[in-house]
């Protein structure tokens, strides 16, 4: 499992407007950071690449404990 320790505000930040640009891309190559949220940006792509590399793998085991 994925224990998230972000900032809400920031995730949040980042997950509005990243959410859109992967279901559009259905990828997340050539997405960019949320600026102002850059580091919940980037975890929020790379645990998306995790997340797709395992589906590709037929391994997809995914949860994601939310704490603030």
Do not use: H
Request: aromatic share 8%; glycine share 6%.
């Amino acid at each position: 499992c994925i224990r998230d320790r972000d900032t809400p505000v920031f995730f949040k930040k980042a997950w509005d407007i990243l959410e859109n640009e992967i279901i559009q891309n259905q990828s997340v190559e050539g997405i960019d950071t949320v600026s102002g949220a850059t580091y919940s940006s980037n975890g929020i792509i790379n645990a998306m690449k995790d997340i797709l590399k395992q589906a590709e793998q037929g391994t997809t085991k995914v949860c994601l404990l939310y704490t603030s």
